[in-house]
C-alpha cells in the first residue's frame, strides 16, 4: 500500500500542514483507516479512491486525525489533490465525495491548487466564561462557526497578541466541539497578508494545527465583512507556518495553496 506525505499550503519541505496521503482501491474497515492514521501521526491522514464514472464525484475522500475521523478537512483534500495531479491519476478539477457534500479542487498554474468548500455560518455568541484564562490572552468577540466546522473562533487585539499565545490545551477542550481558531488583523499590509491565525484542536488530538483550510472557511467571512474585500490572504502563524489565499463567494469560499510531497513509500502492516 503505496502513501505520501505531502506539506500542504505551501511550496517548501517542513512547513506547511502534513497530511499523509493513500490512494486505494475501495476503503477497509475503518478500524483499520484509524490504525493508520494513528501511526501516521500527522493531524490528518486522507484515504481516497477513484468512483464509477458518470456520478456526482470521482473520488471518495475520508480524513482521519490521530484519534477519530473528521468531517471537513482543507489541507489533506489540497494534499490529496497534489497527490492526484503530480502522479497522473486525475486531470482537471476533481470532484470528491466526503462527509461535508461534494468538494471541488481545480488546478491552476505554478502547482496552486484552488479548493471549493462550503462558508462556515458564523453566529456571535458571548465570550465564554474561563476562555481568556485558558487561551492566555483576552477575546474582543466570539463566534460559533457551525456544524461543519464545530469551532469557537476568537478576536484578539492584534497580531502579536495570537503569535504570542500559550495556551492551556486541556482547558480549552471545554469550549468547542473541535477547537479554537484565535485570530487578529496583521496590521501591516506590506506583510503580504491581512490576518493571522492559529488553531488548537485538543478535542480531536491536535493541540495546535500547522495550516488549517476549513478554519478558513470561517475566518475568509469574517475578516472579509470587517476588511471590505472578498479575497484575502491569511497567514497561520504556527510553529511551521503557512499562506491560504481566501475569496468569499456568498455560501462558498474558495482556499488556493500549493502543496509538496517529502515522502512516498510504502505501507507494509
Avoid: K
Avoid at 456568498?250 to 488556493?256: H, K, Q
Wanted: net charge negative; charged share 20%; with cysteine.
Amino acid at each position: 500500500m503505496r502513501i505520501r506525505i505531502v506539506d500542504a499550503f505551501t511550496d517548501r519541505p517542513f512547513t506547511g500542514n502534513p497530511a499523509g496521503v493513500l490512494l486505494l482501491d475501495t476503503f477497509p474497515a475503518d478500524e483499520r483507516l484509524q490504525n493508520i492514521a494513528t501511526e501516521v501521526n500527522h493531524a490528518e491522514t486522507a484515504f481516497a479512491h477513484r468512483l464509477p464514472e458518470g456520478g456526482d464525484a470521482d473520488w471518495a475522500l475520508r480524513w482521519f486525525t490521530p484519534v477519530t475521523e473528521v468531517a471537513m478537512c482543507g489541507h489533506a483534500t489540497l494534499a490529496t489533490a497534489h497527490v492526484l495531479y503530480t502522479t497522473g491519476a486525475h486531470e482537471g478539477p476533481v470532484r470528491f465525495a466526503t462527509r461535508s457534500g461534494v468538494l471541488v479542487a481545480t488546478p491552476g498554474e505554478d502547482g496552486w491548487i484552488t479548493l471549493d468548500f462550503p462558508t462556515a455560518p458564523l453566529t456571535r455568541v458571548d465570550v465564554p466564561d474561563g476562555i481568556a484564562e485558558a487561551l492566555g490572552a483576552q477575546p474582543l468577540s466570539a463566534y460559533d462557526t457551525g456544524p461543519n466546522v464545530g469551532d469557537l473562533l476568537v478576536e484578539l487585539p492584534d497580531a502579536r497578541t495570537v503569535h504570542g499565545l500559550r495556551p492551556d490545551h486541556r482547558a480549552l477542550t471545554r469550549h468547542s466541539s473541535r477547537g479554537i481558531i484565535a485570530t487578529a488583523p496583521t496590521g501591516d499590509p506590506a506583510l503580504g497578508h491581512d490576518f493571522v491565525s492559529r488553531c488548537f484542536f485538543p478535542n480531536v488530538g491536535i493541540d495546535e494545527d500547522p495550516v488549517t483550510g476549513s478554519a478558513h472557511t470561517a475566518l475568509a467571512p469574517f475578516w472579509s465583512e470587517r476588511l471590505g474585500r472578498t479575497e484575502l490572504t491569511g497567514l497561520q502563524a504556527s510553529p511551521r507556518s503557512g499562506l491560504v489565499r481566501t475569496r468569499l463567494q456568498g455560501e462558498r469560499t474558495l482556499l488556493t495553496g500549493r502543496a509538496v510531497t517529502v515522502i512516498d513509500g510504502e505501507l507494509l502492516a
